[in-house]
T-cell receptor, first 115, second 114 residues
């Protein structure tokens, strides 16, 4: 079974631009979560999607948004990029088996550099 | 607010040594705790998942324990190898929260010297 895939793997953008990152979950997984990883803050939760609905959102400004499609694929968008948005963006998927602890599987990440 | 702490931040050991990585969390109301491995510039690889009702999980040379009442977990690595060098992260899912919302520690960077 293929793992979680993320595209693109690397991106270089200029301040003020916007960017869209894509995540394809493991087949059969219904939940997709996004995380930002920086050296200073570590891994921080951005948002989670299940059945095309945002189920939870972390403490990030409205410039960060996302969506999920009917095939469970997800995209996240960052508008008006700032230097501080430079980070590794990780996507995770899970079965979303409610009522039990759900193992999260991560993709390889997208490295975003804002200049 | 749940906080996850990992000590030490970095650890260097000679090959063959058994070692223990520590993880503590402030709120014991969790669904589960998961240990991950991250190689430089890469994504996270899931190592072990411990449900809140379990005390430990084992996979090969790895053994993870969970003491929910004291807010602690340990990851035991037996007979360490240079290939074990990586950053190890623990993460919890809060009970009553979204199960896709993991709260991570800052990690322990492990270096195993040949």
């Amino acid at each position: 079974k293929a793992g979680v895939t993320q595209t693109p793997r690397y991106l270089i953008k200029t301040r003020g631009q916007q960017v869209t990152l894509s995540c394809s979950p493991i087949s059969g997984h219904r939940s997709v979560s996004w995380y930002q990883q920086t050296p200073g803050q570590g891994l921080q939760f951005l948002f989670e999607y299940f059945s095309e609905t945002q189920r939870n959102k972390g403490n990030f400004p409205g410039r960060f948004s996302g969506r999920q499609f009917s095939n469970s694929r997800s995209e996240m968008n960052v508008s008006t990029l700032e230097l501080g948005d430079s980070a590794l963006y990780l996507c995770a998927s899970s079965l979303a088996d409610f009522g039990s602890g759900d193992e999260q599987y991560f993709g390889p990440g997208t490295r975003l550099t804002v200049t | 607010k749940q906080e996850v702490t990992q000590i030490p931040a970095a650890l260097s050991v000679p090959e063959g040594e058994n070692l223990v990585l520590n993880c503590s969390f402030t709120d014991s109301a969790i669904y589960n705790l998961q240990w991950f491995r991250q190689d430089p510039g890469k994504g996270l690889t899931s190592l072990l998942l411990i449900q809140s009702s379990q005390r430990e999980q084992t996979s090969g040379r790895l053994n993870a324990s969970l003491d929910k009442s004291s807010g602690r977990s340990t990851l035991y690595i037996a007979a360490s190898q240079p290939g074990d060098s990586a950053t190890y992260l623990c993460a919890v899912t809060n009970y009553g929260g979204s199960q896709g919302n993991l709260i991570f520690g800052k990690g322990t960077k492990l270096s195993v010297k040949p």
